[in-house]
């Protein structure tokens, strides 16, 4: 298409130049000559560039049919090595099994037995670590008691505790919370449980709130008690009694004596 167009040119370019000639007109009839030689230059040199990119597109096919070639040979070479390999690997492995058939026989009977002793003592020493942890978590749990049933509170005590805790600004401990923790389950054995039993798992803020309130702790003092906002506070108060009951308290106060109650 692209050299039609080049010889179309040429052939106007050169009626053009003719015309101007016969009419006198020489820089026209020099322009259309010289437009003339540069078609003719361009036609030549898209010629070139045509027969060297079909010689570049005949060496590549060539190349890739060679490749081609040498790519079909190596897997040739390469599969005939594979069943070599292959043949070799059978023969080995019948030989193999024909030489150690008896051995494994023989020995199959001693490593079973030998598996099933190692399972036994693999369980026996399980289950002997399993009680050991076991009696070193009753022993914990055993000095844990005697250390808190040692330094169990009075009610007296107690709200001295809190009071410290209110005066100097700061939250109870966690060795005071379980002081505090040991009293109420001490002294009020039901309440803990009852609630577990209305209310389901508590969580740690929710526990603490529970304790001051049976305690008897002025609700104005329990945010700071427990790290918390009266929002937080009153939200905790709200949420235990309506799971418990299945129904907004009235008021604060009615939450508060509920739980006051139990």
């Known amino acids: 298409m692209e050299e039609r167009d080049w010889n179309n040119r040429q052939t106007a370019y050169r009626g053009l130049k003719e015309l101007y000639e016969m009419a006198g007109q020489k820089d026209s009839a020099l ?15 898209h010629k070139i560039t045509a027969e060297v990119q079909r010689l570049q597109t005949a060496y590549n096919y060539s190349r890739y049919r060679e490749g081609l070639y040498q790519s ?5 070479q390469q599969r005939l090595m594979i069943a070599i390999s292959v043949a070799v690997v059978l023969l080995l492995m019948v030989l193999v099994a024909v030489g150690v058939g008896s051995y494994r026989k023989y020995k199959q009977h001693s490593i079973e037995q030998q598996a099933l002793l190692q399972a036994q003592i693999k369980e026996q020493t399980a289950e002997m670590e399993s009680q050991q942890q076991a009696l070193e978590d009753m022993q914990e749990q055993l000095e844990t008691y ?22 100097t600004l700061r939250s109870p401990s ?13 002294s009020y054995p039901n309440f803990l449980p009852h609630l577990l039993e209305l209310v389901g798992k508590l969580n740690e803020t929710e526990r603490q709130t529970v304790i001051l309130i049976k305690l008897g702790v002025p609700k104005g003092n329990i945010p700071q008690l427990i790290a918390r906002s009266s929002s937080a506070v009153a939200n905790i108060r ?6 418990a009951l299945g129904e907004q308290p009235a008021s604060m106060d009615v939450a508060d004596t509920w739980l006051e109650s139990l």
């Open 238 to 243: 709200r949420r235990l009694y309506e799971k």
């Open 174 to 186: 966690a060795d005071e919370w379980n002081l505090l923790e040991a009293f109420v389950v001490h």
């Open 31 to 45: 322009k259309y000559a010289t437009l003339q030689c540069e078609a003719v230059d361009n036609d030549y040199q």
């Open 72 to 76: 079909q040979l190596t897997i040739s």
């Open 146 to 167: 005697k250390d808190i049933k040692e330094r169990l509170l009075d009610k007296d005590d107690a709200h001295k505790l809190i009071e410290r805790c209110i005066k």
